[in-house]
């Protein structure tokens, strides 16, 4: 399960309870169609929540997120935040397979959320 709140300054998709492959694709395509992600930089919280699914997920995600992007989209940044050491690894590679993809915004993994909302604040 997951919900997108909409802070001030950035959207925040916080999952809970056991997440698939397919609560991924799902939370994607929502944020998606959110009136406000082309220009707000974001926050996938993934703590204290089950993650089913396999770093093929993750690539497979990243294809999406390529394929999809909005072309007017003004967004700088999106943190993803982990509570254990192989969640946070799993970002980690996420986020450097993204960079070599050469995305239009910049990804970063931490384990504490304040700090990733600090950092999408920076400018």
């Not at 929502?30 to 930089?41: A, C, W």
């Not at 960079?99 to 400018?123: I, K, M, V, Y």
């Amino acid at each position: 399960m997951h919900v997108i709140e909409n802070a001030s300054g950035y959207l925040s998709v916080i999952f809970s309870g056991s997440v698939d492959q397919d609560h991924l694709f799902q939370a994607l395509r929502e944020i998606f169609m959110h009136p406000e992600y082309p220009v707000k930089n974001s926050v996938w919280v993934f703590e204290g929540c089950e993650c089913d699914f396999s770093n093929i997920s993750m690539f497979e995600l990243l294809r999406m997120v390529k394929a999809y992007y909005p072309r007017e989209a003004t967004r700088k940044k999106t943190a993803i935040v982990t509570s254990t050491s192989l969640h946070h690894a799993m970002a980690k590679l996420f986020c450097q397979e993204a960079e070599h993809s050469a995305l239009e915004f910049a990804l970063q993994a931490f384990t504490n959320r304040p700090e990733a909302e600090a950092w999408l604040r920076e400018l």
